[in-house]
């Protein structure tokens, strides 16, 4: 197993070698050269990446987020799907890419037939025609859940297999590996990470699975959430989710663990050592990450807490206590907020992004790890009119109030106002029912008709955020700009009227 170390130091101690050896240094100065105009050191050096999820309700155009990525130096980024729009923006950029098969077309890819066409559309044509950096193909996400695994025990193998045999005969298969991001509960824990081996009812499944990718070159890629094991867990200590502790939390023979993640990573290594001779294959983290709102643990001081700890942690590369001095590979969930994402596993899954919606940091981070730049926010963002949607509490009529909030937060998002939400303790009954209307009204573009309720909302102009409860205003999209010229003069004139009303108003006062 190789990983690439960028320190001075070890560049020193392969100058010391070549010298031992008696090997020009002019030789070893050429070389140098040729990598640095190859590829540029940030890249080299950076062994962390970012989840691109698309499960939101408005996007930021891809060009926009390829260009944020660069100006933060994200040079890997892990998909879920094949999106044309974002793999074409990706186009000679030399980011590496991680494209997703989607789990619904898994039993699809049981077929060879359908295995090479998808390989042909989603893979060669990005890298042949458009110049799309990508690495790795990743069949499927967490498909060996517990709660799920039963539809997929029979068609993985065969649609991993038949994935990678369309790359080899595409010609891509030394460039292209194939992996499949599996949910740490594949691991069946024992009482100390040394005991640890996969899930017996996958045991043999599993053991196919390793064997392959073994045989292949191809990485076994893993998710490790702390934060949900705190969730689950009422038991879990809380400080074992971080980074920054002195005290020891498990002692596992001559190993030492401080923090949930090594002890994480270490489980999976002894459960690829336990399935064969694998305790040396390569592993990516697929996601790891921490949410800030939606659950009393999710909030911004956590999130910055976990995420910077980890990245220093990675980068001093100290590795593990089974793996020490390793470079980890690890990809952070996730770049955005998606506010479509299913809330069944809790309220926090839509706000897992280090960045907001609308491409702006939610705390400072350092991606480089201690004393690395701040995340930088994106560019030329494009926005809706600054006017929000909240509730008259001097309608008439309050009859449809309870269910006029149910309809709005039945067709946008309202997570942040459950218990532990970043606006439970920020507003009363008056505020929730503005902060639902707000979020409907913004998913809707701010169309005519939007902010009625039955005569319970109004459009303002003054912004209802309080403390850290934002009410957003919404980004512009291709699709919001579909009825923009009437939307502009519609709120042109609701901005008109409110004017004179505040001025009568001062006249009468």
């Not at 190789?2 to 240094?25: A, G, T």
């Not at 070159?217 to 867990?233: E, M």
């Not at 939606?294 to 911004?300: E, I």
Request: glycine content about 6%; proline content about 4%.
């Amino acid at each position: 197993m190789s990983h690439f170390s960028c320190s001075v130091l070890d560049f020193c101690e392969i100058y010391s070698r070549m010298r031992l050896n008696r090997i020009n240094l002019g030789w070893l100065l050429s070389i140098c050269v040729f990598f640095v105009v190859r590829i540029s050191f940030t890249q080299l050096c950076n062994a962390q990446g970012v989840n691109w999820g698309t499960q939101a309700s408005h996007l930021l155009p891809p060009n926009t987020v390829v260009e944020m990525l660069r100006t933060n130096g994200i040079s890997k980024i892990k998909l879920f799907d094949a999106n044309s729009r974002v793999l074409n923006a990706l186009a000679n950029t030399n980011i590496e890419v991680m494209v997703g098969l989607p789990n619904d077309l898994v039993l699809a890819m049981t077929d060879p037939a359908q295995a090479a066409a998808w390989v042909r559309d989603s893979v060669s044509r990005y890298m042949h025609l458009n110049g799309v950096n990508i690495k790795y193909v990743a069949v499927g996400n967490e498909p060996l859940l517990k709660n799920a695994s039963g539809s997929n025990m029979k068609i993985l193998y065969p649609a991993l297999v038949n994935i990678q045999n369309a790359l080899n005969a595409a010609k891509l298969g030394d460039q292209v590996k194939v992996t499949i991001p599996m949910s740490a509960d594949v691991i069946q824990a024992g009482s100390r990470p040394s005991g640890s081996t996969f899930r017996m009812d996958i045991l043999n499944l599993m053991g196919q699975i390793v064997a392959f990718l073994s045989q292949n070159g191809s990485p076994f890629t893993i998710n490790i959430y702390p934060f949900i094991s705190l969730y689950s867990d009422p038991h879990f200590p809380v400080e074992y989710a971080f980074f920054d502790q002195a005290s020891v939390f498990v002692i596992d023979g001559m190993y030492t663990y401080y923090n949930a993640f090594d002890a994480n990573y270490d489980s999976l290594v002894a459960a690829l050592a336990a399935a064969g001779p694998y305790e040396s294959m390569d592993i990516i983290v697929g996601e790891i990450g921490w949410p800030t709102d939606g659950d009393v643990n999710a909030n911004l001081a956590y999130a910055r807490r976990f995420n910077q700890g980890l990245l220093n942690h990675v980068s001093r590369r100290v590795g593990t206590p089974r793996r020490p001095n390793l470079m980890i590979q690890l990809y952070m969930f996730s770049l955005f907020d998606e506010d479509l994402k299913s809330i069944a596993p809790g309220n926090f899954e839509r706000h897992w992004g280090i960045f907001k919606y609308d491409g702006r940091p939610k705390y400072s981070l350092s991606l480089k790890g201690a004393n690395g730049a701040s995340l930088v926010q994106a560019a030329g963002v494009s926005y809706m009119p600054r006017h929000w949607c909240v509730y008259n509490s001097k309608a008439n009529d309050q009859t449809s109030l309870a269910d006029s909030i149910t309809y709005a937060c039945s067709l946008s998002d309202c997570t942040s106002l459950g218990y532990g939400g970043s606006c439970n303790t920020y507003l009363d009954a008056d505020g929730n029912a503005s902060y639902a209307f707000n979020s409907y009204f913004q998913r809707q573009n701010q169309m005519l008709g939007s902010c009625d309720f039955n005569g319970l909302g109004q459009v303002v102009m003054v912004d209802p955020s309080v403390g850290i409860c934002e009410f957003m205003i919404q980004i512009q999209t291709p699709n919001s700009d579909a009825e923009s010229p009437a939307r502009s003069r519609i709120m042109c004139l609701t901005s008109i009227l409110l004017c004179i009303t505040i001025i009568l108003m001062q006249r009468t006062h």
